[in-house]
């Protein structure tokens, strides 16, 4: 459970995180990492920042090391612009959590596609439906009658 203090600053950092990865990193690596979720500590001396990168030239390990990299200077801007008594330590992850959700949804696209192979090939125009033989039964029941 986070205190209304750390929600504050997990929102702050966020948007100045973004802002700083987002535009004034000149690192190449880091053109288009974005930041998904932040963790503000309790005691607020440290944030874990998740972020994600979709140039899939670059790898996850160059992405993490540039941030690492960079992370002095991001604290540095985040002392000056946020005015908070204590910068936090920025410790990167990646987060694979897009990637894995996009699995899981081609994942469920293939069953759907699946299960509506297996009923059409059920579904045959030869076969008459149950809706047909009721007709043919009233037709009969009513020829004789007349």
């Known amino acids: 459970m986070s205190t209304i203090r750390q929600e504050r600053v997990s929102e702050l950092l966020y948007q100045e995180l973004s802002i700083l990865i987002g535009n004034e990193l000149e690192d190449p690596r880091l053109g288009l990492v974005s930041v998904t979720n932040l963790d503000v500590s309790r005691d607020l001396r440290t944030v874990k920042i998740y972020v994600t990168h979709s140039d899939e030239t670059v790898s996850r390990r160059a992405v993490l090391t540039g941030l690492k990299n960079a992370s002095a200077f991001m604290r540095r801007e985040i002392a000056q612009r946020c005015g908070l008594r204590v910068v936090p330590e920025l410790i990167f992850y990646y987060d ?15 069953i759907a596609a699946e299960r509506e192979g297996r009923v059409v090939s059920v579904d045959t125009p030869n076969e008459p439906t149950s809706v047909d033989h009721s007709v043919d039964h009233q037709e009969q029941a009513e020829e004789p009658g007349a």
Do not use: K, T
């Open 96 to 110: 694979d959590s897009p990637e894995r959700a996009a699995r899981i949804d081609e994942l469920l696209r293939r």
